[in-house]
């Protein structure tokens, strides 16, 4: 672990720091935790008592907030970040607060001047109630705020009114379910039900209490019924404010648009309609941005050797810089993909027709053709914009099945000219990835499978193909060469970049592996290869799928960014989204910088774009995470639903995650996620370890680690808010009892009689 920086000396003797010495290594090491402070001071043993209350002064004292493991000085904020502006000071500057911030845990929000960069970016300028996108800088000591905030930009603003579900009970009276689990249930007055019917998603003010003191709300709107089809990603939707519908004037540019062609005037395209590009994708795939090709190079200097030719559709033509249809695309930043719907980054006119490479029509695209040596390095490429036209529409499984001696009537004329050269090529292509060596996770992805209603079907893990390994690091390629030929014409280009993990994960990491007798080195230059290395000790093991679990959590998120830092995991120097326009505002921006920089047309990049790159990068890093998100949880719901009918059944699983207040087990047939509380371990006081991720009991030493196999009971699923709690069936391990009256061990825990009517008292108990 690279050290801290130094702000004062280190001391020699355990002798404590002083509150001075503690706050000017916070300030240098925002997140450091006790344990680093220990390291930095060497203090050890009992000095760590008065280390313990040295820290809770300062805490009392409002000089550090946070928890035992991550504290920083109060106020401190990430270098981007979103600021709801809440008022102005008496100069009339406007200042908000973070609007993510656990007050819980670190107190009160700092507050932050929002400085309008009106005259350097478009946009109207921040108001009262308005979100806004800032870059945080420290405030002078004068300024009477902890932080000053460069707007990048102002967001839509957020809807304050909650999302619930309007129930009427048998009685008549109504209330409102919660959609999260955070949510508190509201009662409702006939008079502010509005025209919501029992069932149907809301959204809700929040009124003042009733005489006896019950939580009261009314409607707003009524958004649509939970019986309908789509309605639990409905809720994600509204939830996490994700645009869904196009404006009209969206609309009309989108159908007012008219296909391009080899005679479209000002348009430069050289005639590749004979290649016989084809596209490979999901069975159920309705928009198609890739197409690929590949043949032996017969270049006599390069024997062994393949040229692959990746075609991508050329968005950059129909949607213009500034219009209308790029304004929306910048705001939803990617589609948003859930088990029972897409909510698209453009309309289907674009997305579904005229941007689709779809089989045997015209199509334009930007493609790259690219020429691999026989150890698969990429010797060079060259960026053409084409007319072209997909020889055939190929499903994986079809592609896969051809490849695997079970051709159908359309692979198997394919399979010779087309198919087969493009294996050979894959091949090829996996010995340069091979000695790239990026990093290799084994993490099986799971897909709900609906029914003709849209409830869940069954939930399986879809094979791992080489026809996806195939596709996949064909777009890898591209989207390297794409990186490449913009930094070398020096156009602007927004990266995907990938950090590695920070001093504070790899220490955790180093700690985790020690308590299974591995190594990980403190010095050095870690590359992916290094925990390949780990990876494959482990692999076979019963620390299998933990220790991939843990390497996961020890790895940063990949973001967008004009500072190109590298791409850790595929252990690439430089690396751009190129090759999915149609889902993807990056690869949107990366298309039209090629366009302008390689003289393709004059629908290229703007000049003067380069200053509107960092915040373009922000946003879209944000609405991918939201994405991510809501996809998570509607999943969650989804899955919750499914399982509500299987209450007091039991579960094979695996502990997926450890915490103080209790377990996250994740079963195994479904990838459904639940909580176990601390209080239902057993009948012991359990301990939590942050460095093994486990839970101990004080007497028994009974033990629960990540990564254990479990075997659990279901024993409340609450569908509208994704949630699942389980109570253990199977007993932890069992290691020396640390805790004071240590007793022996107790005996195996008695599985729950699965009584319908017990658990429903104990359920009436509970609330």
């Given at each position: ?120 970016r478009p946009g109207r300028a921040a108001g009262v109630g308005d979100r806004v996108l800032v870059r945080i800088a420290e405030a002078p ?32 009276t109504a209330r409102i379910a919660p959609v999260d689990r955070k949510q508190k249930e509201y009662i409702v007055e006939k008079a502010d ?19 006896y003191g019950v939580p009261r709300a009314k409607v707003r709107e009524r958004i649509g019924s939970m019986k309908s089809e789509k309605a ?536």
């Amino acid at each position: 672990m690279p050290r801290p920086k130094k702000t004062a000396a280190r001391k020699t003797a355990a002798t404590l720091p002083s509150r001075e010495d503690v706050l000017a290594f916070l300030a240098d090491n925002p997140g450091a935790g006790k344990r680093e402070i220990s390291r930095a001071f060497r203090i050890t043993g009992s000095d760590r008592i008065g280390l313990k209350k040295l820290l809770k002064d300062l805490a009392a004292d409002g000089l550090i907030a946070g928890s035992r493991k991550s504290m920083r000085r109060p106020g401190d904020l990430p270098s981007v970040t979103v600021v709801l502006a809440s008022g102005r000071d008496a100069d009339g500057e406007l200042i908000g607060a973070p609007m993510e911030w656990d007050e819980d845990e670190n107190g009160p929000p700092p507050s932050v001047m929002i400085l309008s960069d009106r005259g350097k970016r478009p946009g109207r300028a921040a108001g009262v109630g308005d979100r806004v996108l800032v870059r945080i800088a420290e405030a002078p000591s004068d300024a009477g705020v902890g932080y000053l905030g460069r707007t990048i930009k102002v967001l839509e603003r957020q809807p304050t009114a909650l999302l619930g579900v309007y129930v009427v009970g048998p009685d008549g009276t109504a209330r409102i379910a919660p959609v999260d689990r955070k949510q508190k249930e509201y009662i409702v007055e006939k008079a502010d039900a509005g025209d919501a019917v029992d069932g149907d998603l809301v959204t809700v003010d929040v009124l003042k209490a009733g005489r006896y003191g019950v939580p009261r709300a009314k409607v707003r709107e009524r958004i649509g019924s939970m019986k309908s089809e789509k309605a639990v990603s409905m809720i994600a939707i509204h939830t996490h404010a994700i645009p869904h519908i196009f404006p009209d004037a969206v609309l009309a540019e989108a159908d007012a648009a008219k296909p391009v062609t080899l005679q479209t005037k000002g348009d430069k395209r050289e005639d590749w309609r004979d290649v016989p590009l084809i596209t490979i994708d999901p069975a159920d795939a309705k928009d198609h941005d890739d197409a690929v090709y590949a043949v032996p190079d017969d270049d006599p200097k390069n024997e062994g050797g393949f040229v692959v030719t990746v075609a991508i559709a050329d968005v950059a033509y129909y949607i213009r810089p500034g219009s209308a249809l790029d304004r929306e695309a910048l705001l939803r930043g990617n589609s948003v993909y859930f088990p029972d719907r897409v909510v698209p980054m453009l309309p289907e006119r674009i997305s579904n027709d005229l941007c689709s490479l779809r089989e045997g029509e015209d199509r334009p695209a930007i493609a790259v053709r690219m020429r691999f040596a026989a150890d698969g390095r990429k010797l060079d490429h060259r960026f053409h914009r084409v007319m072209m036209r997909s020889a055939a529409k190929l499903s994986y499984q079809e592609a896969q099945g051809a490849i695997d001696g079970k051709p159908n009537d359309k692979t198997g004329p394919l399979l010779e000219p087309i198919l087969k050269p493009l294996w050979a090529a894959y091949a090829c292509l996996k010995k340069g990835r091979e000695a790239r060596a990026p990093l290799d996770l084994d993490l099986p992805e799971r897909k709900i499978v609906l029914n003709d209603d849209d409830t869940v079907d069954r939930i399986i893990v879809p094979p791992r193909l080489d026809a996806h390994k195939l596709i996949e690091e064909c777009m890898i390629q591209a989207n390297v060469c794409a990186a490449e030929t913009l930094e070398k014409q020096r156009a602007p280009v927004i990266y995907r970049i990938h950090d590695a993990s920070t001093p504070e994960k790899l220490e955790a990491l180093r700690d985790f592996l020690s308590t299974i007798d591995i190594k990980l080195a403190r010095t050095g230059n870690l590359r992916p290869a290094v925990f390949n290395a780990i990876l494959a000790r482990v692999e076979g093991t019963e620390n299998d799928e933990l220790v991939n679990e843990v390497i996961l959590r020890s790895q940063a998120q990949a973001e967008y960014s004009p500072a190109n830092i590298g791409h850790f995991g595929l252990n690439l120097r430089r690396y751009a989204h190129f090759t999915s326009p149609i889902r993807r505002y990056a690869d949107l921006v990366v298309h039209r910088s090629l366009v302008a920089a390689l003289g393709f047309g004059k629908d290229g990049l703007p000049s003067g774009f380069e200053e509107k790159l960092e915040g373009i990068s922000a946003e879209i890093s944000a609405t991918e995470r939201r994405a991510m998100a809501a996809e998570r949880d509607t999943v969650d719901r989804l899955i919750a639903h499914w399982l509500a009918d299987h209450i007091g059944a039991s579960f094979n699983g695996r502990i997926a995650g450890v915490t103080r207040s209790g377990l996250f087990v994740r079963l195994d047939d479904s990838g459904a996620d639940g909580f176990v509380p601390a209080s239902k371990l057993g009948d012991d006081y359990y301990r939590y370890d942050d460095v093994t991720h486990s839970m101990t009991g004080e007497r028994t030493g009974e033990t629960y680690q990540l990564g254990d196999r479990v075997e659990v009971q279901l024993a409340e699923a609450m569908p509208l808010a994704g949630a699942l709690r389980f109570e253990l069936l199977s007993e932890g391990r069992y290691q020396k009892p640390s805790g004071k009256g240590a007793a022996k061990r107790r005996p195996p825990r008695k599985k729950p009689v699965p009584d319908k009517s017990a658990r429903a008292k104990k359920r009436v108990k509970r609330r």
